[in-house]
């Protein structure tokens, strides 16, 4: 039996130029009636099927997302690092403009095992996030046709959508994906979006084969040329360059300069008089004299405007330079930390050294995970993996296999062969336990036993599994309430809180302008676009949803202006402009929610003294006032 459209799906598709009803077609064509469905599917994806069916497989067989041991992936990235350097911020820019859509990022290398997975997050379906994991084979072979595969096998822009996918069990995917080329012309991997709803969002294939020239484009600038050429041509979306060695000899052509040649790779022992007329003595002269206007002839005739550049000159002939895109912190510290924290977070990353569990808490976007991910990254942990859960996203009958793992048999519907967990995945790294406030009583069993053990068992085993893993929990909710309540362990709550970490709310941070500087600069705007007077009534806002919340009513403004011109109270709409008004954490301006001011002062003071462990003087500094009137003000 093979998946029928459903209307929705139908109409969704006439919108994307995909027909669920045509690929249904093809589909009893090809794998019931043995005939090629020529018209009515791609002829990539036909291409893959016939190749898939060549090689014996069935459209039922079962397929496996399982990575490469610990050992092998560490080879496999130190193989790619000069790729993953280039393709990182490249990725992490195209995830944040899919992400929204559903989609996940996802970068291979030639042979279709994941590098680099970026905005796969736990809101992604559970196949999604098996599928999307670094070392993971994604092959044609191993996973049928794919999009990622396809792309490398045609070398083009190739999307497999919902039933084009050969395999029954990868229906669900809707995937998308470009080739990336060496400067050679080689093919070195793929870069693919993949989401599991139907079809494909407008301007995603474009998005994602402009991130792959990007990256192409690096690769490019990378390489040690003597001299560069930018040629001409008439279709201005594609720029052709060419770099040549001291002696003329072609070390690289992109895509556009290759089409622009009929050739589809560099050909070794190519040099620029084989390509032109002229010398390439009078070229290197004028690209190091800055005289970049060229005139240059084909061999075949055709005469093409050239602009050439020396090494030291790369920078000036650039196009449009790249929007800017926020600096990355240090591995130490987390982001827009300030003083007092960075203090917490040493402390923290002293206890996570020795190998103390620790709990992360705080408000509702106060930057919990980002703290969690760079006590990793700065650790002594920091090489292995880094996998992260949250407790409160998934169906309490679902948590203990995503947790624990399972075996073959363990439940209906339990993957042959069975399935590790989110703790087997960590081994030798850490574990993020988000929201860990969430976590069922009846698990919480199971996670104790593992913290004080070191072993595991999966679901339906019997036999025990060592758990080489590091945890940090995190939680916006106060979970001595929780145990007082009885919904939450006390036991637990002392095994995983061997150091508290408390994330200051963004109203008692004493570094608001820097935080709010970095939200623009992530936005690519200056601090310079935004007025002063908006600047002093941001800080004076309570913001009860902290830096998500500031960060959604900037990114909110900005597009609600116009291009260049400077960021007004006026651009924030009325609910933006007034929010829910919370209790003032600082002494220098009252609340608006009825309160006393001897009531509101006395708040204050409490979360000062909180926040810095009872340390009067840092209290007093982060109040703005000095240490004996807090003095005055405890003793009165």
Known sequence: AFWRPTVQQTILSEQNTYTPERIWLARQAFFEQGNAPVGLIDDPVLRSWQRCRDQGRAAEDLVAFDPVN??????????????LEVAKPELDALARAVSDAGYAVLLTDAQGRALAVEGCTDRRSAPLRQAFRPGVDLSEAVIGT??????????????????????????I??????????????????????????????????????????????????????????????D???????????????????????????????????????????????????????????????????????????IAAT??????PPRPVPMKQPASRPAFGDAAFAADFERALRAFNADLPVLVTGETGTGKEVAARALHAASQRRDGPLIALNCGAIAPQLMAAELFGHVEGAFTGARRGGSVGKIEAAQGGTLLLDEIGDMPLELQVGLLRVLDSGELVRVGATRAVRADVRFICATHRDLRAQVAAGHFR???????????????????????????????????CAPQGLDAELRQTLASRPWPGNVRQLRHALKLALALRDADEVLTLAHFPSEQAHPITATSPTLS?????????????????????QRTGGNVTAAAALLGIGRATLYRKLMN
């Open 315 to 320: 920078a000036r002939v650039v196009t449009t």
């Open 70 to 83: 610990r050992s092998a992936l560490t080879r496999l990235l130190e193989s790619q690092r000069s790729l």
């Open 236 to 310: 201005a979306s594609e720029e052709a360059w060419l770099a040549f060695n001291r002696d003329g000899g072609l070390l690289a052509a992109n895509v556009a300069a290759r089409h622009l040649m009929d050739v589809p790779f560099v050909p070794p022992g190519v040099g620029f008089g084989d390509l032109f007329d002229g010398r390439f003595e009078a070229i290197a002269s004028a690209a190091l004299q800055a005289q970049h206007e060229l005139s240059l002839r084909l061999r075949g005739g055709v005469l093409l405007r050239a602009r050439a550049c020396g």
């Open 146 to 171: 794919n999009a990622m595969s396809s792309a490398i096998h045609e070398q083009r822009v190739v999307r497999v959508l919902g039933a084009e996918h050969f395999f029954a069990d990868n229906q």
């Open 490 to 524: 006390e036991d637990l709550y002392y095994r995983i809180s061997g150091f508290l970490l408390q994330m200051p709310p963004l109203r008692l941070r004493s570094d608001f302008n820097a935080v709010l500087d970095a939200l623009l600069a992530e936005q690519g």
């Open 589 to 609: 301006r009252a609340s608006d929610d009825g309160l006393s001011w001897k009531h509101t002062q006395q708040q204050a003071i409490d979360a000062a003294l």
């Open 173 to 234: 995917f809707h995937c998308c994906a470009a080739p990336v080329f060496d400067p050679q012309g080689r093919v070195i991997g793929a870069v693919d979006i993949s989401r599991d709803m139907p079809g494909l969002v407008a301007g995603a294939q474009a998005l994602t084969q402009r991130c792959a020239r990007r990256i192409e484009r690096k690769l490019f600038e990378a390489l040690p040329a003597f001299v560069r050429l930018r040629l001409e041509t008439q």
